[in-house]
């Protein structure tokens, strides 16, 4: 499923605008590591508001103790507004993966030494009826592009981070997750059937 296996040490920035889900999005991530009995911390940053303002967190899962709650240098962004991709894109250790919201961020990369991937995570999640969930959309296009846990935790999460007040939205959040990796399956069919130029 993955492009590659769980590495020993994940850290991850997501950022966005408050109201995105951000957090929410964080912490699907960090309880699945959990979960597999991994080192986990979840550190959220709010802006000057929470709806409307900005909001990042944090995310490490790590098969050591963690010495830091902090990702300074993220192997890892996704990015759901310009600002947050603006703001962290210098962040981002070398050769790691920036995960942009193509709907919402008109990304031009300035570094030759990132793994860009973007995709419309919005405009995905409101064609297929889940308006409110690109957050978790992007949960499982990162699942499919970093395999962080296995896929049967990444759901087992979404039943533990859904509020009892809102199960009803357990089964929208899987649909969501599903929603991601099926981008990712697409973008390889997409890859495969391109032909190839000469010299590649």
């Known amino acids: 499923m993955a492009t590659q296996a769980a590495q020993a040490t994940q850290n991850i920035i997501l950022a966005g605008f408050g109201g995105q889900g951000i957090l929410f999005?964080?912490?699907?991530?960090?309880?699945?590591?959990?979960?597999?009995?991994?080192?986990?911390?979840?550190?959220?940053?709010?802006?000057?508001?929470?709806?409307?303002?900005?909001?990042?967190?944090?995310?490490?899962l790590s098969d050591e103790p963690i010495g830091s709650p902090l990702v300074v240098s993220p192997d890892v962004l996704v990015a759901l507004n310009q600002p947050s991709f603006d703001k962290f894109e210098h962040d981002i250790a070398p050769n790691?993966?920036?995960?942009?919201?193509?709907?919402?961020?008109?990304?031009?990369?300035?570094?030759?030494?990132?793994?860009?991937?973007?995709?419309?995570?919005?405009?995905?999640?409101?064609?297929a009826g889940l308006k409110g969930l690109a957050n978790v959309v992007t949960v499982g296009r990162l699942f499919a592009e970093i395999g962080f846990c296995k896929k049967e935790t990444l759901f087992a999460?979404?039943?533990?981070?859904?509020?009892?007040a809102k199960i009803a939205l357990v089964e929208k959040n899987k649909e969501a997750l599903e929603l991601g990796i099926a981008s990712?399956?697409?973008?390889?069919?997409?890859?495969?059937?391109?032909?190839?130029?000469?010299?590649?």
């Open 25 to 60: 999005a964080g912490k699907l991530i960090a309880y699945a590591g959990l979960l597999e009995g991994r080192e986990v911390s979840w550190l959220p940053s709010y802006g000057p508001e929470m709806r409307g303002g900005t909001a990042n967190c944090s995310v490490c």
């Open 96 to 127: 790691g993966l920036a995960l942009i919201d193509s709907s919402l961020v008109n990304c031009t990369e300035k570094r030759d030494d990132l793994h860009l991937v973007g995709f419309p995570a919005t405009k995905l999640a409101e064609e």
């Open 157 to 164: 999460a979404v039943e533990k981070c859904v509020s009892a």
């Open 184 to 200: 990712f399956e697409e973008m390889k069919k997409v890859s495969e059937r391109r032909p190839r130029k000469e010299g590649e």
